[in-house]
């Protein structure tokens, strides 16, 4: 079995539900985001780049773990706290991280966080208030992958909703995304939903050059040429 | 008068746990560091003392392995000075930790592909090591002195059969210590040059440069400390002794500007993509530190070669306080290109880079969730912390310094083999 995701950029909208709904499931703390969206080569997320010669574009560039097969992050850990479930999965177990960070400077895609102080306390919550995330902790034989108030000092990420698949749904990004952008399954099933969709697409990966053999594969966008916009006099 | 230096140590670890126990309250947000610039100024001064203390062990070693009689008379303070730099390294790593209560996960699950789990057993065995080092050379003057340091069993001999045991020990250690002392730097430089994704890194010449720097300040750390023992009344004596130190030192920082060049001119020549960006931060935004990087320890190596440089005992302590200077400059000038800005960039349409951004997990702190760059300076609360390992160390020196003549007899010119 190897969990994977197919992240179609033609379908992409750039609306960033993903991102959304994934910190609110899994109860990221401020200043973490497992997921995030950007517009390629934009400061403001949703404005095209480019030039009126050269025309204009706007591709959006979802990012959240890679789930790479030779993940650097799982070879770095000191204590095995990150490691490859049965799965296919790159997961954290938040019980036995010591926060040295390592897993951080080691990722080439940037998508592990850290917890620098008392989650609890950066979402301001308490006993009495409520708190946004999926309540109940999750077990990958024994191993805390996944609870709503995570340990101060802890490494975190995107975990393909762990609590979830374990009940047989899919991840709340692939759920969420209002454009079906997002396909999720078993890579090793020629049967899957994912393997069936990215069968004849052309696809590509990011960093494919280190090796890392991420299990994200991107569904290329379609046409980079654009139509000639024409603009009138004194535009 | 004499006492300074322990008060200094002692009082350098109180500050030090205070600031210590106030980051394990608060966690790591009491830094500066962010999911950008995930390590910063803990684990460059980690790198630092694991570069001195593998120096120092090298220079005592090599009193043995080459047979150099004039640095006998240093042979106590070098390994005295491994010890203790190696021990403050190891408090270095532990300060770093975000969960430090969950360390003894290190010991039950250790995982062997990481070379931060091979950096903590051959630093634990440079640790016994280099205490046995310390323990063999200071046998005799234990014997003379009467003062014990774990040795009640020598009573029972003579001083010539103690010096004896002191000798053979003594040089059996230095030849198996020499080794790990390249070891420890060598995996210590591996937790960084594995990493496929930092090409700043990832290159085999990273360890080769480390062990360069090692030598250098191990050396310049262990001609500070012997000008501060032997006392500004004997410096005479012990010139000769002290100059080839500085020479040494010397000509490891000629092999560091060796490997300087050739890193430079492959960046220059292969241009474009990675390499073009790495030479822009090394010029842009990191180039003031590296530019200052490269002064200090270009002007210690400069006058550790004249001979004018060499023979007067204020222009060592000076070389030898910017070669430390430089050398903690280098260590963090291996965060800075890499930190600085984020891993992941896409090239646009237009063809030029664009950096991705990344949650910067210190929205608190920066009022950004995002970022693409970020400039990190250590803040108030990293430097007090940092002082509990560097408190530590100056204990260690100021404590056996106390205690035992840390200083041989000058060789006499005749035994010298380098004359």
Same mark, same amino acid.
């Given at each position: ?163 979830? $698949?374990? /009940? ?5 990004? =692939?759920?969420?995304?209002? +454009?079906? &952008? !997002?396909?999720?399954?078993? %890579? ?18 990011? $960093?494919? /050059? ?5 299990? =994200?594969?991107?569904?290329? +966008?379609? &046409? !980079?040429?654009?139509?000639? %916009? ?6 | ?419």
């Amino acid at each position: 079995m190897k969990l994977g995701m197919a992240i179609d950029l033609d379908r992409c909208i750039g609306c960033r539900t993903c991102m959304v709904v994934c910190k609110n499931h899994n109860a990221q703390p401020e200043g973490i985001w497992w997921n995030r969206v950007f517009t390629i080569g934009s400061d403001e997320h949703q404005v095209a780049t480019g030039t009126r010669g050269a025309g204009y574009e706007m591709a959006f560039m979802p990012v959240s773990c890679q789930h790479c097969e030779n993940a650097s992050c799982v070879k770095v850990c000191p204590t095995g706290a990150s490691y490859t479930a049965d799965d296919g999965t790159v997961l954290v177990d938040y019980e036995r991280c010591i926060g040295c960070r390592y897993c951080l400077a080691a990722c080439p895609y940037g998508v592990r966080q850290f917890n620098w102080e008392d989650p609890a306390k950066t979402k301001g919550v308490d006993e009495d208030r409520y708190c946004y995330g999926y309540p109940l902790d999750s077990l990958d034989k024994g191993r805390l992958v996944y609870t709503r108030d995570r340990p101060q000092g802890v490494a975190e990420k995107c975990t393909f909703c762990h609590q979830y $698949r374990v /009940e047989g749904e899919k991840p709340a990004c =692939v759920r969420g995304c209002p +454009a079906n &952008a !997002r396909i999720f399954g078993d %890579l090793d099933d020629p049967t899957s939903d994912v393997s069936r969709y990215l069968d004849g697409r052309p696809t590509s990966r990011l $960093r494919e /050059e280190l090796g890392n053999d991420p299990k =994200v594969l991107y569904v290329q +966008a379609g &046409a !980079r040429q654009k139509p000639q %916009l024409v603009y009138g006099e004194g535009m | 008068m004499k006492r300074i230096p322990l008060v200094i140590g002692l009082a350098a670890v109180v500050v030090g746990a205070a600031a210590w126990v106030y980051q394990l309250i608060g966690g790591l947000a009491v830094t500066n560091m962010s999911n950008l610039f995930s390590w910063g100024f803990y684990i460059g001064c980690f790198v630092f003392l694991v570069g001195v203390a593998a120096g120092g062990m090298i220079i005592s070693s090599s009193i043995y392995l080459f047979d150099v009689q004039r640095l006998k008379p240093f042979g106590k303070i070098a390994s005295l000075s491994a010890f203790a730099c190696i021990l403050a390294a190891g408090c270095m790593v532990i300060v770093d930790l975000g969960r430090a209560q969950n360390i003894v996960q290190m010991l039950i699950h250790p995982n062997f592909s990481s070379p931060l789990v091979w950096d903590i057993v051959v630093i634990t065995l440079y640790l016994v090591l280099t205490f046995l080092s310390v323990y063999f050379q200071l046998l005799p003057d234990c014997k003379r002195s009467g003062k014990r340091f774990f040795n009640r069993w020598i009573e029972k001999r003579t001083e010539a059969e103690i010096d004896a045991v002191s000798h053979r020990w003594s040089r059996i250690v230095a030849i198996v210590a020499l080794p790990v002392a390249v070891l420890i730097h060598t995996v210590t430089a591996l937790i960084f040059a594995t990493q496929n994704g930092h090409p700043w890194w990832h290159t085999a010449m990273l360890p080769a440069d480390f062990i360069a720097m090692a030598v250098a300040s191990g050396g310049a750390l262990v001609l500070l400390i012997a000008l501060a023992a032997i006392g500004r009344a004997h410096w005479r004596e012990h010139m000769a002794g002290l100059a080839t130190i500085a020479r040494i030192a010397a000509v490891a920082l000629a092999v560091h500007f060796f490997f300087v060049a050739v890193e430079l001119v492959l960046l220059a020549w292969t241009g474009g993509g990675e390499s073009a960006a790495l030479l822009q931060s090394l010029t842009g935004t990191c180039g003031i530190l590296y530019a200052l990087e490269i002064v200090l320890t270009a002007a210690a190596m400069a006058l550790f070669f004249t001979k004018a440089g060499t023979s007067r005992p204020t222009l060592l302590a000076t070389g030898s306080i910017i070669a430390l200077a430089g050398t903690l400059i280098h260590r963090l000038m291996l965060l800075y290109p890499e930190f600085a800005s984020s891993s992941l960039s896409f090239t646009t349409a237009t063809g030029t880079e664009w950096l991705y951004p990344l949650s910067t997990g210190r929205y608190l702190m920066t009022g950004q969730a995002f970022a693409s760059t970020y400039a990190y300076v250590p803040n108030i609360i990293e430097v007090a912390v940092v002082l509990l390992p560097f408190g530590i160390l100056l204990s260690v020196l100021a404590l056996i310094a106390e205690r035992y003549p840390m200083v041989g007899a000058p060789a006499s010119k005749a035994d010298s083999p380098l004359r």
